[in-house]
């Protein structure tokens, strides 16, 4: 096989979508690369999509998907929810967007306060990458510092200070440590010098590199559970040690929950038990439309009220709160009981428990990471604890097993990690167990 022929899952791929293929070349007139959404594509050019419904998603082609990836695990209550729709098409006869607020965000304002531990104060953005950057920003304005810290391969939306270290290439990994790599050229310099990159998991050397540098840093920004990662949780006495580490050395510890609020009514710090300063929500908040919010202390959160004046934090945004995003978001978290929680997260863990058995019984060196209703497919023998571990897995096989699925009629994230939805049933979960079996018989031969 050349490196211009395709292989066997791709040709098929090809084969079936001719229509999204058309609609690739036509959209890469007007859009770069075809799209406005970088993790839209995929090679050699991704599925159009014409409909959704419940857990499956349409294309252009007829062709029908279980949907496993729900628009980056948003789409907790399936597509077209009929609850949702209703609510949104009542709203939408009153008006979709005013200059002034309206009672439904108080509603939503109350429940995430309520279900969060940490959150006294809310308030609304556009997107989770708008709330992380809000929720750094106070920390500075609190704290008087301007650095910050992350994770190396953490993510944590598209700004400047979060664009570090996210996906760097293995042969940019310094062997001693992780270090500040930019995320795209013509990032300033400055910015990746007031970021500083920590490893995960590692207690030990986020005491010492911390301990180094704490006087300039306003704040810790992280996941409890690592999307790129596979969605693999932290250590729970790793997440303690950084609540206390950050703590004694003046810093604020921010918890990205943008897509952690989907493992129990009050996220990964319910979950593990650890409150942090700060918290970044999006994703299922907005029940499939675009939403971002930010929260914690109160005497933090307060720096954001425009009646101290001169001393106020200006936080603008057209679309803030807007009543469809509000509505939506209502919709979905009075739906959202404990119950539902654990129901998916059973239904989880009996995903996560079959996949690790069909890799076994093929002898295959794969690991399944994930929690509650989160999982993540690795091709390798060693466990995923941090970036570094996962970047060793075979993203080749990866590749394969993503597009394999495709064929087989399911949609995954191309890491193979994916999410459940309040409709995901055994079958539905059979139904991934068995496609991955034959793909990866597939691909072996």
Partial sequence: MTSSTPDPETAKYVESTPTSRELQDEAEQYLPGGSSRGTAYFAPYPIFVERGE???????????????????????????????????????????????????????????????????????TSSGTE????????????????????????YHG??????????????????????????????????????????????DACEAILGERHKGLACVIMEAVVSNFGYAPAEIGFLRGMRDL??????????????????????AQEMFGVEPDLTALGKIIGGGMPAGAFGGRRDIMSLFDPGRGADAIPHA??????????????????HLTPEVYERMNRLG???????????????????????????????TDAPVTDYRSMLAGDQWMTKALFTGLLNEGILLQQSCAGSLSTLTTERHVDGLVDAVRRVVGRVRE
């Avoid at 709330?131 to 953490?154: D, P, Q, S, W």
């Avoid at 945004?317 to 009075?334: C, K």
């Avoid at 996560?352 to 994930?370: C, H, I, W, Y």
């Fill in 317 to 334: 945004g057209t679309f803030n709160a807007n009543p469809m995003t509000m509505t939506a978001g209502e919709t979905t978290m009075r």
């Fill in 349 to 379: 863990g009996m995903l996560r428990a079959k996949l690790q058995s069909v890799f076994d019984e093929m002898d295959m060196p794969v690991q399944v990471t994930g929690i509650a209703s989160f999982f993540g497919i690795h091709f």
């Fill in 158 to 203: 598209s700004h400047e200070y979060a664009s570090i270290s996210v996906h760097p290439a293995a042969d940019e990994l310094d062997p001693d440590g992780p270090t500040a790599v930019p995320e795209f050229p013509g990032m300033p310099p400055s910015v990746a010098e007031e970021v500083v990159v920590l490893p995960y998991n590692d207690l």
């Fill in 54 to 124: 419940g857990h499956y998603i349409h294309d252009v082609d007829g062709n029908r998907y279980l949907d496993f990836m729900l628009n980056a695990t948003s789409l907790i209550m399936g597509h077209a929810h009929p609850e949702i729709t209703w609510a949104l098409s009542e709203q939408a006869a009153r008006g979709v967007a005013f200059s002034g607020p309206t009672a439904v965000q108080i509603r939503l304002a109350e429940m995430l306060c309520e279900r969060i531990p940490s959150m006294e104060l809310v308030r609304f």
């Fill in 131 to 154: 709330a992380t950057l809000n929720a750094i920003r106070v920390a500075r304005a609190y704290t008087g510092k301007h650095g910050i810290a992350k994770f190396e391969g953490g």
């Fill in 246 to 267: 950050t703590r004694d050395l003046g810093m604020l510890l921010v918890f990205d929950e943008v897509q952690s609020l989907r493992i129990t009514p009050g996220g």
